[in-house]
């Protein structure tokens, strides 16, 4: 089901705009009903179904709720790293603007849950997010005890918004205090010769992944040591897509886990797996 195009939220930063599309959408909603009418509403409801009238109300009352949530996590650790991020607006290094996805801030629950299929004892390892958006997974990473915290970020107005978060960031429940930002292309990013975990939140197309899945397995061959791959999505299928070009490449086996239970900070199930270097 789909209503009339309204404008987004707009968040001046650097030399862009951060379009969030998560800000607004009780107002935009409202002012949608009232441009189309009561009539038209109960029209496009006849036209699509209850059933998916209804599933189109649920997701966004959650994607309000997941929003809120991250308001107050935000609030609460003295950062800003909600919303929805888009692109389009925004300065990126490299040429591969085009295969990005927008940038979501992840839901601390979930990414708990995830975590639980790691080891518990993670000093020895560095920690990287690839397509880490404003900070929030690295934040949230940094209450296990990695030895380093790494996000990689292609769009520089992130990447300010990050640094930020990363020196205002205030919790005590923080083991991990080495937390870096770059500014780079995932695809031209190399990883340093340390054990590793890295975490993928469906930051881009295969296109670039299988490159970027070409360079990790070409970094473990030069520099043999131990790596976790966490991948996770909750659109685009790209789980689907993801688990097969990490299997296929015969340097990873994919690690029991347990289905992804409902959070209400998460705007979406997710739906993720986790690998383990042989």
Sequence with gaps: ????????????????????????????????IRQIGLLQLIALVRHHGARRSFDFAAHNIRHIVAHRLALRWDREHRVDTAGSIQLHSLTI???????????????????????????RDLADYTFIDIGAGKSRTLLLASQNNFAKIIGVEFARE?????????????????????????EADAAQYQFPDTPLVLFFYNPFSKEIFDVVLGNIVAALRAHKRDCYIVYGSSSHNAIGWARPAILATGCFAEMPTKP???????????????????
């Design 1 to 32: 089901m789909s209503l009339p195009d309204t404008a987004s939220h707009n968040t001046p930063f650097g030399g862009g705009q951060m379009q969030d599309l998560s800000t607004g959408r009780i107002r935009r909603a409202i002012r949608t």
């Design 93 to 119: 290094t490299g040429p591969n603007k085009d295969f990005g996805n927008e940038s979501v801030c992840t839901s601390p629950k979930s990414f708990g849950f995830m975590m639980q299929s790691l080891p």
């Design 158 to 182: 992130l990447v300010d918004c990050a640094k930020r978060n990363i020196a205002s960031f205030k919790s005590d429940w923080q083991k991990c205090r080495d937390l870096e930002i770059v």
């Design 260 to 278: 992804m239970p409902l959070f209400f900070d998460a705007v979406r199930s997710i739906r993720y797996a986790v690998f383990h270097s042989r």
